[in-house]
């Protein structure tokens, strides 16, 4: 089974950046779709960025120009760059297949934006 391991978060003032790394314990190369989510404290877990097999990429209204979501097949590594952090950015951001599957979610990765 694999195993997801989120890494990169931290403490940010709004308008800095952070590049979060997902580093998968098997292949990623044949799997259609990988994305980012994110869970605030007392909302539920959300999609916020994805990216397809072909490299196509899609985003959240809520973070749409500001994230990038990218991957190395190679390392079986997903990345998430983000940009003009917001203080409701702040949240645990994990990584998985999406749709969600059967893959259990990793431990996360804890990002904090100060106003």
């Known amino acids: 089974q694999v195993q997801l391991v989120e890494s990169g978060g931290g403490l940010v003032q709004a308008g800095g950046s952070l590049r979060l790394s997902c580093a998968a314990s098997g292949s990623i190369f044949s799997i259609n779709a990988m994305g980012w989510y994110r869970q605030a404290p007392g909302k539920q877990r959300e999609l916020v960025a994805s990216?397809?097999?072909?490299?196509?990429?899609n985003y959240g209204d809520s973070v749409k120009g500001r994230f990038t979501i990218s991957k190395d097949n190679a390392k079986n590594t997903v990345y998430l760059q983000m940009n003009s952090l917001k203080p409701e950015d702040t949240a645990v951001y994990y990584c998985?297949?999406?749709?969600?599957?059967?893959?259990?979610w990793g431990q996360g990765t804890q990002v904090t934006v100060s106003s």
């Open positions: 998985n297949k999406v749709p969600y599957g059967t893959w259990p």
């Open positions: 990216i397809f097999s072909g490299g196509r990429t």
